[in-house]
């Protein structure tokens, strides 16, 4: 539904359809169009919900409903919300007045959320004349970020809100020009960051409050993706733009459970979850999906310590006789607030631009989300850049090269280390040239002394490398265990591991990459079975005479 008059469709302009009693619950094969009572074009009788967009309808605490919906048009479209009791709806009652005289005219991109007991508000607003760079006023699409929550449940108008302040307010909000007279306003993303002359946001705000009263919003602003979050207790908003901030043109959306903050993408339709501590700005990925099936819509909430999410698989190159299907798929992942404990472990880091030689053509470039400043920008095909340094660790390193991929599923490059190539690497998408993404190969071995590394480039200019990393591989702690090898086979592995070791009984436990402990005990064979757990990374640590090993393995 998209603003229709019941003139142009009578029968569907406003479309709402409830269950009959005591069927919300039915087996799948029951779950059919004959368990829902007659479909309405209204909530209440008598109210007008012709030109209604956007739809969304909040459970509160208490079960009963909130729905809310624009009336009206871009740029130029009222809020009206209404609550049902379990019995009947209320009338529409007016949240935002956006049908205001020019100048001020907009319509409300964002939406409402249920958070640990409050009713917040979150949002940008597009003014009419921002449709068209001509006329704008100061800025093309969306603007500004806006916040506002009740302590209630909000039955009718008279509910009482108040500012990012706990300043009280009236209703309906009226957001204007005037930033002095605009109690909800609380940061101008455009003029902190943009670079153009009209800039431009096309997205709505994703944003969440914390249960200690953290406020973070992310939004995207000329292409760069723009966090602003205060911490409880703080007066004012800090702000960062680019490096690992999440995409909220991706359907990103974020969440928070306890003092951690959570954002959703889908980065090349796979699932990727990505994790700061409240009111900072240390964004750290935290899972992505291996597995090749792609999706291009998700819808996603916290429960508890649970994040479910329910995703639309991308069938547009669907195989003949698959017709137009969308299959749902479900993934569910468990949310700490503790962090993987990880050995500190000798680590390389080779600065792209700070290459020993490199092909006529390669230039370096800036970049404000570049680790160190600048990144090789100019990477034409089939040039190479040569890396020589020195390692007084000899071992097994897991390597990654942190690059930035806009456009292409196809970029590939030659990755040749001390003579051994690794041939069409397929550089990780990031959608964004400011954000940067490894691109892994495991267990490549370094020797004591001088190494070398290879880059060329085989898709022209579909890469901008920002730095090589290399890791040494967890190793055992102690000489005694050293001694013994323990070798873990195969890694990854589709759930049985095989653990080859001398050391008898040693007590193991498992952590997730959330950091919980999903498996412990004492291994009293040579097989660890992780054929029951989710596909993804974990951190095994192994026991013995208080001497340890932390290996990362992997369920695929």
């Given amino acids: 539904m998209h603003a229709y008059r019941s003139s142009a469709l009578p029968n569907d302009f406003f479309n709402y359809s409830v269950s009959k009693s005591n069927t919300a619950f039915v087996p799948d094969n029951e779950f059919t169009l004959d368990i829902f009572n007659p479909k309405q074009n209204y909530l209440r009788q008598g109210e007008d919900y012709e030109r209604m967009t956007y739809p969304m309808l909040h459970r509160a605490s208490d079960g009963s409903l909130v729905a809310r919906y624009r009336a009206g048009g871009s740029g130029n479209g009222n809020i009206l919300m209404a609550h049902y009791n379990g019995t009947e709806w209320t009338n529409n009652w007016l949240f935002q007045r956006g049908m205001q005289p020019v100048p001020d005219r907009n319509s409300l991109y964002g939406g409402e959320r249920f958070i640990n007991g409050r009713f917040y508000a979150g949002y940008s607003i597009r003014y009419s004349t921002n449709n068209s760079a001509t006329t704008s006023n100061g800025f093309f699409l969306n603007s500004g970020l806006y916040y506002a929550y009740t302590n209630d449940i909000p039955r009718n108008q008279s509910s009482q809100w108040f500012d990012v302040n706990d300043d009280p307010i009236s209703l309906p909000i009226r957001n204007t020009l005037n930033e002095n007279t605009d109690p909800v306003k609380i940061a101008e993303p455009g003029d902190d960051f943009g670079v153009n002359q009209f800039p431009r946001t096309s997205s709505d705000p994703s944003w969440t409050v914390t249960e200690n009263g953290a406020i973070h919003f992310i939004t995207r602003v000329d292409n760069t993706n723009v966090h602003y979050y205060k911490a409880a207790g703080e007066t004012t908003f800090s702000s960062n733009a680019g490096g690992l901030i999440p995409n909220p043109e991706v359907r990103g959306e ?5 003092n951690h903050v959570f954002m959703v993408e889908l980065i090349g339709g796979r699932v990727n979850v990505k994790s700061t501590i409240e009111g900072t700005n240390d964004w750290a990925i935290v899972y992505t999906d291996s597995e090749s099936r792609r999706y291009n819509h998700f ?23 698959e017709g137009d299907s969308r299959p749902i798929y479900f993934q569910e992942f468990t ?13 390389i880091v080779l600065e792209a631009e700070a290459f020993t030689t490199a092909s006529s053509g390669i230039e370096v470039a800036s970049s404000n989300s570049a680790s160190n400043g600048q990144i090789i920008g100019l990477f034409g095909g089939n040039l190479t850049l040569e890396y020589r340094f020195n390692v007084e660790t000899a071992g097994s390193y897991d390597f990654s090269l942190i690059a930035s991929n806009r456009n292409r599923d196809d970029s590939t490059m030659d990755i ?5 190539l690794f041939e069409d690497v397929l550089i990780t998408r990031t959608f964004d040239w400011e954000v940067y993404l490894p691109t892994t190969i495991d267990d490549v071995n370094l020797i004591q002394g001088e190494n070398v590394v290879r880059l060329t480039q085989r898709r022209a200019l579909s890469s901008r490398p920002d730095r090589l990393d290399f890791s040494l591989n967890a190793t055992l702690s102690t000489t005694d265990l050293t001694n013994d090898q323990v070798l873990i086979y195969p890694n990854p592995s589709s759930g049985i591991f095989n653990i080859q070791s001398k050391i008898q009984s040693p007590e193991y ?5 959330q950091g919980q402990i999903v498996k412990q005990g004492v291994l009293e064979g040579k097989e660890l079975n992780m054929s029951s757990y989710p596909q993804g990374i974990y951190f095994l640590e192994l026991t013995s005479n208080n001497n ?6 992997v369920v695929e």
């Fill in 254 to 258: 974020i969440y928070s459970y306890k």
């Fill in 299 to 321: 819808n996603a909430f916290v429960e508890g310590d649970k994040l479910y999410v329910f995703l639309m698989e991308d069938t547009r190159n669907n195989t003949p006789g």
């Fill in 335 to 347: 949310l700490s607030e503790t962090e993987v404990e990880v050995e500190t472990l000798p680590e």
């Fill in 416 to 420: 040749e280390i001390n003579g051994t």
């Fill in 509 to 513: 436990r498992i952590v997730n990459i």
């Fill in 548 to 553: 340890r090993l932390l290996k990362k393995i």
